[in-house]
């Protein structure tokens, strides 16, 4: 089970290619939008982060191509929270244009201290956040 949230975009012509496609590496940075949304629409932000001592840097990117994206078109990112035991934050992504999927992927980011040093346990604002949430007990 996890938590979601819809963004909605539209495709701008910066991030189309010569034939008006969106280009490939532009699907993570509406991913990026749709973590950025769901993260502010659930109290969990990476100021937040960063005010308790934590970094949360990307360690794994997935990306799926369907259908493409071309300039103009609206679109929905649907963003959802994979809860994992393990000190982690999982998002899964679908993109959606007329009802259409487009796209899927996912990322994964883990904790850093101020040494940037990975940290294996969930920090202790990571642990309340998912107790508000209801994703642990």
């Known amino acids: 089970m996890g938590l979601s949230s819809i963004t909605n975009l539209k495709v701008r012509f910066q991030e189309c290619d010569p034939m008006q496609i969106v280009w490939h ?14 993260c502010k629409n659930n109290s969990i932000s990476y100021l937040h982060a960063q005010q308790h001592g934590f970094a949360t840097p ?8 369907k259908l493409p994206l071309q300039y103009g078109d609206e679109f929905e990112v649907e963003t959802t929270f994979i809860n994992s035991e393990a000190a982690k934050m999982i ?7 007329s009802k259409k999927l487009i796209c899927t992927g996912s990322t994964t980011q883990v904790f850093t201290d101020k040494n940037s040093e990975l940290v294996l346990t969930n920090p202790p604002f990571f642990l309340d956040w998912k107790k508000k949430m209801g994703l642990v007990k």
């Open 25 to 38: 590496g532009n699907y993570f940075k509406y991913f990026e939008e749709g973590r950025e949304d769901f």
């Open 58 to 65: 990307i360690v794994k990117t997935e990306c799926e191509h």
């Open 91 to 97: 998002f899964h992504y679908k993109i959606f244009s």
